[in-house]
């Protein structure tokens, strides 16, 4: 596994306790997830802005998909919201025009858990995003059973044979894949595999500074066939304009959703769609 420094390596540590906690269950869990197929297509959801295959400059012809996360807390921002049900939010999501719903799952972290999964799949028709730290392919059969339709694979908490094997056993239980990459040697680890979906944490793992021109950087380094997602301190409208000028198929927000009054204008927002 690898290292990476700071708060991260502390998660990550707490993560290897879990799947140790979690591994007598790992038979039944795996035999729940092969029974599983009410899958919803995530890829699909956020593939209406694929990039041109021309010249590389015609970057989508369409609004930017929105991936809109349900996020109580992280250690970044502290309580995000106080009065927090996960199942109204989702509802105020889908209501609004998310494309895909990020559901938190993280307990000591990010104060999420992974019941909202199967809570919230009950209430929206939305494809749903595991938002976790995968380190071991047990997680994976928790989230078929749970609900999800994608789980989060972050490029720099996996060592390259991991990434590889985690990538091929989602793909065996039918889900989708978001690989998350924060440089460019890990945008280089990430293009060595046939990961589909990308996205660009603008925000250092290292540091938790976030700087939105890292989704500029990396951009360069994809082709037309994939599906480019920036993610992490995207608040604006300004922001998701900048954003898809780079090339960026979707969007994930958390906090600046979750703290919108009217989500609706904020998405409409975020889109670019006027609002009369």
Known sequence: ???????????????????????PL?????????????????????????????????YGTTELSVIAEVKRASPSAGIISADFDP???????????????????DEKYFQGHLSYLSMIREAVDLPLLRK????????????????????LLIVGALEQDN???????????QLDVLVEVHDLEEMERALETDARIIGINNRNLRTFEVDLTTTERLSEELGPDHILVSESGIYTGEDTSRIQSWGADAILVGEALMRAPDK????????GIPVS
């Open 1 to 23: 596994m690898k290292k990476f420094g700071n708060k991260l390596d502390e998660i990550i540590a707490d993560k290897v306790l879990e799947v140790e906690r979690l591994l």
């Open 26 to 58: 790992r038979d039944k869990l795996q035999f729940a997830a092969q029974s599983r197929e009410d899958f919803r297509c995530f890829e699909t959801a956020l593939g209406g802005a694929i990039r041109d295959q021309g010249d590389g400059e015609g």
């Open 87 to 105: 199942v109204v939010i989702a509802r105020a999501y889908a209501e609004a025009g998310a494309n895909a719903l990020s559901i938190l799952t």
């Open 132 to 151: 976790d730290f995968i380190i071991h392919e047990v997680q994976i059969f928790e989230a078929v059973v749970a609900g999800a339709d994608a789980i």
């Open 163 to 173: 990434l590889h094997h985690l990538l091929e056993v989602a793909r065996n239980y």
């Open 264 to 271: 609706i204008a904020k998405m409409a927002e975020l889109k």
